[in-house]
């Protein structure tokens, strides 16, 4: 019941502090003799690194990691896969003047009152620089998941703009700052974020992660259900505040008969849904039609705009953020969000292999789904 | 890491089908010489209880738990506390029709998928039936956490048709048949929910749950974040497809300013929070605010009205759900609700307690929170 | 992490108190579509149950099992298995005079100090009866292994006296009152152990289990390994002081050559193993070779014989148990050997299967193991 | 349940192998605000260390540990503690000659056949040098113990020579090359060793360790006793195969009397024990008493000593080891159980707290125990 682990088949500990020597996980569980190294890995945490563009924070890092376990000539061994990746580009003096202040809306206040104690350098342990590791262990779990499994995130809306669905295009995804699958919507977002960044602002989002091509069974109700695991697991990355599968609150405002995914069968033996309300899941289990994730990041606390606080001595201040941070931390909680979705899928892939075994079609064909 | 237990210090593990014998949980962990009585969790399951209006499933159970283990002369002994229900109105036969079939939005197929057998009466391990146990554990909760902490659900939107705040009243949550803290919206949904019914159909809704007076300090990052564990929580009700903390999914159209809870002290040297966009909690820790919490619950999936189904020998059928179901299976979910968390609650004080022992406030005094 | 559950795929949660109404557990994570009934379970109870000879309790416990949950027609459903036997045959009053003294070498002055609360009718939670619900659960660990899997347990050893193993015989264990596999021993105990009740006084014993026909593979180290979980496990039964795996505290007298296991080819292309020191396990993992287990149960510290001790008050007294004991408690350990025998192997079959999926010969045949 | 992790509160997961780039460990659930830096593990690192003397590994590494997260200025923050060992004397060549043939009595085949892959180089993961990082956590574990419990290991036996109780003196433990408590048998020893060292053999050992100053209540019983708990961690050290508390085997052979823990009153209220056959330990939880656990260490099977084995292609060979290895590795093995012991110690200290909070002493003082 570690705090810093996730998972149970597939397991991430992860460890280390902004501003600390190194940040690193360890990944246990993995399968053997599946072809692993840094170069499967690498291309994920680029696409989370920051200083990519000016709509991430300035903070550069080359972010490279080292296996230090796990693998022997290239392939797992079954024993654990150790990530690290050293700190190099910390400007811990930048925090000097928030040490012992808090930043409203930050998780200052909560870890001087639990911990008595905490490192103030880049947000220490709360630092969104934690998420890199999660990265790196979606990679692995990727490679158990294999190729079939298709996850893939995006930004479906920045502070109060939406995409347009109509222009919904998988492929304009990696071609701008903002992984928006609406290249109108990301022209718009450009000047947005812009003004919101020179004046020192900050602003949330919404991110949406979809994975096709997962199997029907995964999910273990009534506790380890696949929607309750994904919810903790999306809600436990920094700055989100929301979560939901397939219409989600929509489907409060909805009738029985709206919500309802008919079946119908294919002419060669599987079956179709004719809608996915459900968004892949029910009874906390994988129907084999996409999953579909959505979570809301708020903006990022630490702005330069002069708020009302107080320090740990209880005197008021007036607070404002220098440092160097995410104008939109939700940009970069894309690929966060795809790693958690693949570390799910890859736990409960294992998880359903361990009770059912090989999959079971209970009689009942299942293709196109 | 069992599929039907959740909590790790406070630990519940939740057994029984709709229509079995009985339905039951063990709950491990409890600290030792709390007063407890079946009188102590009677008035929980009564809250719940179907049958009461006619606005739930008109199954009458008397749902009285017994407690057969765990307690000697009144007062818990630290050793596993078991309760069970009896299960006595069942009539299995109303599900003879479906046991086939697989009821579109329903978990039938998933289960038939996963695990290639089902139990079909009454939805057996999937159906809401065992969330009686969630709010008889979470009676056992709320002994642990004291008197302090209130915890209290409402049902703030039914359909698409939401509550006003400003009439919010607490008072008027056990007034009528919604657990609606606004008489007026009550009245109204009413009337909608009787056609509802009487058409067969079902509709969604949101739920609120807030504990005032929780200490701040709960919650364990980065993998047990109070609110990750109360978003899986939540999820894990059935039913239910989204979850939010303070401002949820509002917060991602939020500036960083709209959003800071500002902080000024208080004249006894406490500090004040000015704002709860947070919804009570800061780096997935407890700040002492009301931790706040909303989820949608999906309409009810057996409905009365003809959807198009297959079954399980690939046949396309057209399907109808005889039974008796609740017609807005969000009402009764308020006290499930409010059960997990008081779950999650007690499980992260004795987590915290286990770490950091008595509370220690690092310099900075804290009352009115 | 609960207090009062074992193993992780194969889960085993027990719960009640030797004079509450009824003890009780739930296995979770069983594989669906194993035929299961009570009839399964029953005859490994039967022979466990007290009051069956003079040499055990006289306790007279039909210890009949119903199981509640997670059967249907006949077949598992791969949802939680709730067994439960009720008590029958309690005699509380026998109890009244150590409910505040607190017998030397029983658990009852530990509790007392941990929980300053016990339930002292029986035991309470630190009865032997406990094991009713380890010895059921044991029984459904033997579905998921199959028949392959040969799990032996005898008595080898009663007070000072061991068993003569060129008389070993499987055959004989079901032929007398102690599970011993050596006629003559046996006999010699019999008329031992009558003096030994007769004089209200117990004596100690060592079981031996041994599981034939495991495959390799079995164990996950560093922290699972297979001994390891074996060695908890067995540690875990009342009164035992001792385990050891294979030659055991033997092989701490050898040197290198006369403890390997040396290994030659058999004709088939199958590796056959000269000898098994190791007791079927290398580095915490299965070799095929039986798995081997001893562990030590020492006196039943309930005795006639008056033993200074002290009660809640602090006040010295003489104390004589009177109630219904074991004169030898070992002897109705060797089924509660044989089940958590079964247990451990059942979780790291679902262990191994999660992880490495379908065996994988690494290119050399195994039979003959 | 990770396979690479032991303890519940306080958690320890180590990753590594023998001939990597480096082993290390996380350990989470540190409470914060305890005084921590290097210098509080290295000198237990130290002791374990190999190359200190002939009767050990000639492998030089002089096993620095650096702390990479967790502390902040010389304070531990409540936040996941990862220790590393960089390897610096690897000799991956003198493998080259076993890397496809199997070393009888070692882990070699049973990894072979699990995973279908290995790392040989130096053993790989089932090498005991991750047995370091044991030790480092072990000494964290001193720290949130404090300095009331005092841990001491001892070889009690080197092959089948045993040391003479009544010469047992703790100041001897670190006189000599053995940590044996006897001068006379440490000299003997040494003469005997010598010659198995000469002769390329190896030979087995028992350890002694004993925690002084525990407090009575700890562990939870029934799957989480101390005693199990303690069998567990100690069976999971390389190549032990023996584990027993108090008298542990020899309490097989006594009576119920012989076997009583006797109590008295001492004059300042507190209970006195009149012996310690119990090892500290009744019902799973501390009496207050020392604890003693004793295990047994199989001989080394890498020896020079030609051996019958087969190699991966099912060809019969005749086996030598050459690398550098431990003549006794019981030896080493001390240092290693004492941080084991003190691991679950702290591991339940955490425990007792989350579930009992301050110790409540239930009107029994409780002093010189």
């Given at each position: 019941m570690s705090h810093n682990s996730f998972g149970h088949l597939f397991r991430v500990?992860?460890?280390?502090e902004s501003h600390g020597p190194a940040i690193g996980c360890v990944v246990d569980g993995v399968p053997p003799r599946i072809a692993l190294?840094?170069?499967?890995i690498q291309p994920f945490?680029?696409?989370?690194r920051p200083g990519q563009s000016r709509f991430t924070t300035q903070r550069r890092e080359p972010d490279t990691v080292k296996i230090l376990s796990g693998v022997y000539q290239g392939q797992?061994?079954?024993t654990p896969i150790a990530l690290m990746i050293e700190n190099t580009d910390q400007r811990s003096k930048d925090y000097a003047n928030i040490a012992d202040r808090f930043r409203p809306g930050h998780a200052d206040i909560a870890y001087h009152w639990k911990y008595g104690i905490r490192d103030p350098r880049g947000g220490g342990r709360s630092s969104a620089r934690e998420t890199a590791m999660r990265v790196a262990a979606g990679a692995i779990a990727r490679?158990?998941?294999?190729?079939d499994i298709i996850i893939r995130g995006a930004l479906v809306q920045m502070g109060p703009h939406g995409i347009d669905r109509s222009r919904f295009d998988d492929a304009e995804i990696d071609r701008n700052d903002f992984f928006c699958p609406d290249p109108l919507a990301a022209r718009l977002w450009e000047a947005e974020l812009d003004a919101i960044r020179k004046s020192g602002s900050s602003v949330g989002a919404v991110v949406e992660i979809t994975a096709?091509?997962?199997?029907?069974?995964?999910g273990a109700p009534i506790y380890a259900k696949l929607d309750a695991d994904l919810a903790g697991a999306m809600m436990s990355i920094n700055a989100v505040k929301a979560v939901e599968i397939g219409d989600g609150f929509a489907a409060a405002a909805l009738?029985?008969?709206?919500n309802a995914d008919e079946m119908r069968m294919n002419p060669d033996g599987s079956v179709r849904f004719l809608a996915n309300h459900a968004g892949g899941v029910l009874g906390g289990i994988s129907t084999g039609q996409p999953i579909v994730v959505r979570f809301a990041v708020k903006p990022t606390s630490s702005i330069l705009t002069e708020?009302?606080?107080?320090?740990a001595e209880g005197t008021e201040v007036d607070i404002q953020t220098k440092g160097r941070h995410d104008p939109c931390v939700g940009i970069r909680a894309v690929p966060v969000g795809e790693a958690m979705m693949a570390c799910v899928l890859a736990d409960h892939w294992l998880r359903h292999r361990a009770q059912c075994g090989e999959f079971v079609p209970g009689g009942l064909p299942i293709t196109q789904m």
């Open positions: 500990t992860t460890w280390g190294s840094e170069a499967d945490l680029d696409r989370r797992t061994t079954g490679k158990i998941l294999g190729d096709s091509g997962a199997p029907p069974g995964l009738r029985g008969e709206a708020v009302a606080s107080v320090d």
